[in-house]
């Protein structure tokens, strides 16, 4: 079973504040108005775009005491060490490899294939908003995410991202909305510090192949435990605006799923 998304980049407005030149861009409201902030691959560079390819496989199996253990790696830590002390200006993210600047709109576009075999067009819209959202004491970045299969809305999301001093963007939560034939099915939403969620990286500073897997985020209580690994680096690859190279590659494994994002 294998899907695969394309991702161009779009300049928008939101909240009346407009992205600058084209920037780069680890899984629920109305189409028509964001999630109240209040209740998620790889990247490329900040001068790319990005092909995104997803292979469905292998587990992650959760152990005792925060410990997990993906296929073809030793147990590890389930969550990461989180310093809340290590964010003077959580709100600038400007990370080459996921700059997220307010007004900034990300579409990847693609064919989803369905467990009987049927292609269905996917699209998912990504829209970096001007509001911010105070978590644990951290100031981050509000997200606004649209997921639709075949023409239907299935998921909208709110994600929370923040910059620590190191340059290492973190996920501190997620508010997503789940849709079924246009109705209203469950919000299994997380936020570190509560019933047990901590932060995970959405992108290390200087991400380098090689190096162990990490934790994208930990919430037990909503089974988010995904985890990222660089996996190659220096790729090329083409999409509809135009060809990239020095694209990199990270794994991803959730509990449902292992992915590779480009």
């Not at 390819?53 to 199996?61: D, H, R, T």
């Not at 023409?151 to 909305?177: C, H, I, K, M, S």
């Not at 083409?238 to 590779?260: M, N």
Request: charged letters at 25%; hydrophobic letters at 35%.
């Amino acid at each position: 079973m294998l899907k695969a998304l394309t991702f161009d980049e779009e300049r928008a407005q939101t909240h009346r504040r407009e992205a600058g030149p084209g920037t780069s861009p680890t899984s629920r409201k109305s189409p028509s108005s964001p999630p109240s902030a209040t209740p998620q691959r790889a990247w490329a560079p900040a001068s790319s775009v990005f092909a995104l390819a997803v292979a469905l496989a292998s587990l992650v199996l959760p152990l005792a005491n925060g410990v997990v253990m993906a296929k073809d790696e030793a147990p590890v830590k389930g969550f990461e060490d989180f310093d809340p002390k290590n964010f003077d200006r959580s709100t600038v993210i400007d990370n080459p490899w996921m700059p997220l600047k307010p007004g900034t709109r990300f579409t990847y576009k693609g064919t989803n294939i369905e467990d009987d075999g049927t292609p269905v067009p996917h699209q998912v819209v990504i829209t970096i908003t001007d509001l911010t959202k105070v978590i644990s004491g951290i100031r981050s970045v509000v997200s606004w995410d649209l997921d639709y299969s075949d023409g239907e809305l299935v998921e909208a999301e709110n994600a929370f991202y923040a910059q620590d001093n190191d340059g290492t963007v973190w996920r501190l939560g997620e508010y997503p909305e789940e849709y079924e034939d246009g109705k209203f099915v469950r919000a299994p939403a997380w936020l570190h510090g509560s019933e047990g969620a901590v932060a995970g990286i959405e992108m290390r500073a200087s991400p380098q192949p090689g190096t162990p897997s990490y934790s994208q985020g930990w919430a037990p209580a909503v089974n988010f435990t995904d985890r990222g690994q660089v996996d190659q680096t220096g790729q090329k690859t083409c999409v509809p605006v135009k060809c990239y190279d020095d694209v990199l590659v990270i794994a991803e494994v959730s509990g449902e799923r292992r992915t590779h994002n480009s």
